[in-house]
């Protein structure tokens, strides 16, 4: 067994939920969490945050699952990380599961 965590922008939640019902991942959480970015871009027209703030809505998902299932769930996210544009690719990855009740 093993656990998947994705860190993502909130609007990706129903692509990651996508994903997991492709990688056979039916039951997963999710926790809404503030992201944050302390650095400044070269160019600020490219600046995501008008205001001058680095803080972004995002979500972390998590699930137990088998290690199969994890493993397909982290290509797939992969593969979706090359087709986007934004500067905010989805982040994942998977821890063991040693021990469970």
């Known amino acids: 067994m093993k ?7 909130k609007e990706y939640l129903p ?4 994903i997991f019902k492709e990688a056979n991942i039916e039951v997963f ?3 809404k969490i503030t992201g944050y ?5 070269e160019n600020l027209l ?5 205001s001058g703030g680095g803080e972004v809505e995002s979500m972390m998902i998590f699930t137990y699952t088998q ?8 290509e797939l996210i992969n593969d979706h990380n090359k087709t986007i544009r934004e500067n905010f690719p989805v982040r ?8 469970a009740v």
């Open 3 to 9: 656990l998947l965590i994705v860190t993502c922008l």
């Open 15 to 18: 692509v990651i939920a996508r």
């Open 29 to 31: 959480n999710t926790s």
């Open 37 to 41: 970015r302390d650095s400044v871009p």
């Open 46 to 50: 490219e600046d995501w945050f008008a």
């Open 67 to 74: 290690t199969a299932n994890a493993e397909k769930g982290l």
């Open 92 to 99: 994942a990855f998977i821890m063991p599961v040693e021990k």
